[in-house]
């Protein structure tokens, strides 16, 4: 029959990352395609100077999820989502939105009423992800160009669009 939501929820510990992630990240972003992957000392990066603001997602000492973000340094209301990878037998859980619900309800986040991704075109998973955590979080997802095809990839990766959601009072949000 296979377990309910609820007793994965509980089997799935959401924790900020450390170094000894770094490795476990490399492998699961480079099982998540569409994601780009990283070289193993930016992983082990997001996992160390980006800990407060990012999450590990653990079941049976295996990390299942990930998602690398920042505070940007100079809007201090907007958290930068960089990445969300989820492996394949943890998909469909709603895990992703447990992980962005889990950073947010840090301490460092208390100020942000906004969130940034990049998303390319083609990449149905995100824009599901965020639409849904637009519309839970009662606020717009607009989007623009953020780094062109050409212009800033020299045509060697999609464009990438900026998808912004809020303002949003994430405190008042049930």
């Not at 939501?5 to 799935?12: A, S, T």
């Not at 990390?63 to 037998?89: M, Y």
């Not at 889990?102 to 986040?109: Q, V």
Request: glycine fraction near 4%.
């Amino acid at each position: 029959m296979g377990n309910s939501k609820e007793q994965i929820d509980r089997q799935i510990e959401l924790r900020p990352p450390s170094a000894t992630d770094g490795a476990a990240v490399s492998r699961l972003i480079s099982h998540c395609p569409p994601l780009d992957t990283n070289s193993m000392y930016c992983n082990l990066l997001q996992c160390t100077h980006f800990s407060s603001t990012s999450v590990a997602a653990i079941e049976n000492d295996k990390l299942v999820g990930f998602i690398s973000c920042h505070v940007i340094p100079e809007r201090k209301n907007t958290l930068f989502i960089w990445q969300v990878a989820v492996c394949d037998k943890a998909r469909g859980q709603g895990l992703a939105s447990r992980m962005l619900k889990h950073i947010l309800d840090r301490s460092l986040c208390e100020e942000v009423n906004y969130l940034e991704t990049t998303i390319t075109e083609s990449n149905q998973a995100s824009w599901s992800l965020f639409k849904s955590l637009a519309k839970k979080l009662n606020s717009e997802l607009n989007t623009s160009v953020m780094f062109d095809c050409d212009k800033h990839f020299s045509g060697e990766h999609d464009t990438e669009l900026l998808a912004r959601i809020g303002p949003f009072n994430y405190h008042t949000v049930e």
